[in-house]
């Protein structure tokens, strides 16, 4: 449920806490700042608020599912970039077709075949990042064996309706350092090999309220941040 409990002038002092976090840890980790993005993950949060972190100057919103991407894009007539940052189920693609600029979350052969199919209907080709597994958390959703990402990566590359643009990651949710940071070099590692291999990896979508900080100095271009921004999410 969307609900708007959330103090308005808030968002607007965390939108500038965490651009200035990337920005100075960009800094120590010898990183361009305007190479890693921001995406202010708006998912359970309301237009209002929403319109808060726009009018704070975020133009790239994350949502987790596609009912709640396509009320929310319907509601919102300004120029904005949306992105689909979750597990998302075949039948439900049909949601989000025609509004979204980037889907984060390939994460089956079947699903890329099923955004291609339906990607037809739009001018602009559908930029696409492959979920990858990279640890070993059971309830994690992403590609696994070489070979599914082998053969997604290809299915993604001829494609005429998608773009293969990155990969993307969820670090495994544990305190320890060292595990989170072994998932996310292994994202930018296996980007390098697919890139060697002349695959289109320009992004690598990591890191979230607890981690952004490692996943910048592993790579990360597109950080995906709700919490930090736009407060506790209440799920009821
Ligand atoms: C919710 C979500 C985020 C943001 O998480 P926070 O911890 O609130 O920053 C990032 N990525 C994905 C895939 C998510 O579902």
Not at 13 to 35: L, M, Q, S, W, Y
Not at 105 to 122: H, N, P, Q, Y
Not at 137 to 161: H, P
Request: aromatic share 8%.
């Amino acid at each position: 449920m969307i609900h708007s409990q959330f103090n308005f002038f808030m968002i607007r002092d965390n939108v500038n806490r965490v651009a200035a976090a990337i920005h100075e840890k960009c800094i120590k980790a010898n990183r361009i700042p305007k190479d890693v993005k921001l995406i202010a993950v708006s998912k359970n949060f309301g237009v209002p608020e929403i319109m808060e972190a726009y009018e704070a100057g975020i133009r790239r919103f994350g949502e987790n599912r596609a009912q709640e991407l396509r009320d929310k894009a319907g509601q919102i007539n300004k120029e904005f970039e949306w992105h689909f940052i979750g597990h998302l189920q075949t039948n439900k693609v049909k949601y989000i077709t025609e509004k979204v600029k980037y889907i984060h979350s390939i994460d089956s052969l079947k699903l890329a075949e099923t955004v291609d199919r339906l990607g037809g209907v739009r001018e602009e080709r559908i930029k696409v990042l492959l979920e990858i597994k990279t640890s070993d958390e059971a309830t994690k959703y992403g590609l696994d064996t070489e070979e599914e990402i082998y053969k997604t990566a290809e299915f993604c590359r001829s494609s005429a309706n998608l773009e293969l643009t990155g990969l993307m990651t969820i670090a495994p949710l544990t305190d320890e350092e060292a595990e989170i940071r072994k998932s996310f070099i292994s994202l930018r590692e296996l980007g390098e090999r697919l890139k060697k291999e002349g695959y289109n990896i320009a992004e690598l979508s990591m890191g979230m309220t607890s981690d952004f900080g490692i996943a910048i100095e592993e790579g990360a271009t597109y950080v995906r941040i709700g919490t930090a921004i736009f407060g506790e999410r209440n799920y009821i």
